[in-house]
């Protein structure tokens, strides 16, 4: 079955430093997502983006964190100056198609902010 | 969007079938209701959905009450591998975009 990867696996950063998270959804698919979970807490919705825009986002998507999708491949999620309240597993995700079908999920990147 | 109740835990044993409930008393007509899981350490799985009948995938069953105010996740036979903490989530059809809302979910342990 196709899968959405992630990399890297784990990141650790200094705070204030920039991180950019990667992932590279299904291939055929349109809509792609950002969701994170801090250690023992519920996973939380972030961004939706499609047609190379953002389409939804949470509170938590504030100024520091922006997404891309560069190519034609990835999407990445960018943190601009990272805190240590960011520190959670980031989980991409996507889907073909924006009304209830199945969404995709990544295995995350957990970062660490020191 | 409309909220789900979950039990917190629950235990089963290997081979055995497993029924873990939800409720959502205040579901829309356009609500679908989706099953998703999470294994340990990793991202979040679909299980199934459905808005009005019965479904049945390869993973699951998913029994949905006739008044939709409640639906029931069915493992038919538990294995190790289906230990996981299930999320029962609603999804509006009228949404522009997919955005699932979590809760707790119910943490399912197998026992071998």
């Known amino acids: 079955e196709p899968e959405v990867t992630q990399t890297p696996s784990h990141q650790v950063t200094q705070m204030g430093q920039e991180v950019i998270l990667r992932c590279v959804p299904i291939s055929n698919h349109l809509y792609f997502y950002w969701y994170r979970q801090i250690l023992g807490q519920k996973v939380e919705f972030l961004v939706s983006?499609?047609?190379?825009?953002?389409?939804?986002k949470s509170e938590i998507f504030d100024d520091q964190f922006s997404v891309e999708r560069p190519d034609g491949s990835n999407f990445t999620l960018k943190i601009r100056s990272t805190k240590l309240e960011d520190s959670a597993m980031y989980f991409c995700a996507s889907s073909d198609s924006a009304e209830n079908e199945k969404l995709f999920f990544g295995s995350g990147t957990q970062l660490s902010v020191l | 969007d409309a909220k789900t109740t979950q039990p917190n835990s629950m235990e089963s044993n290997e081979e055995e079938p497993v029924h873990l409930p939800c409720n959502h008393s205040?579901?829309?007509?356009?609500?679908?209701i989706h099953w998703y899981r999470q294994l340990p350490s990793q991202g979040p799985e679909y299980v199934i959905h459905?808005?009005?009948s019965n479904v049945n995938n390869r993973m699951a069953s998913l029994a949905i009450a006739e008044d939709r105010k409640s639906s029931t996740l069915i493992l038919h036979r538990a294995t190790l591998r289906d230990a996981a903490v299930y999320y029962c989530?609603?999804?509006?059809?009228?949404?522009?975009?997919?955005?699932?809302?979590f809760g707790k979910g119910t943490l399912l342990t197998v026992n071998p």
């Open positions: 459905g808005l009005t």
């Open positions: 205040t579901i829309s007509g356009t609500d679908y």
């Open positions: 989530i609603l999804l509006n059809s009228g949404g522009s975009n997919y955005k699932l809302t």
């Open positions: 983006f499609y047609n190379n825009e953002i389409s939804e």
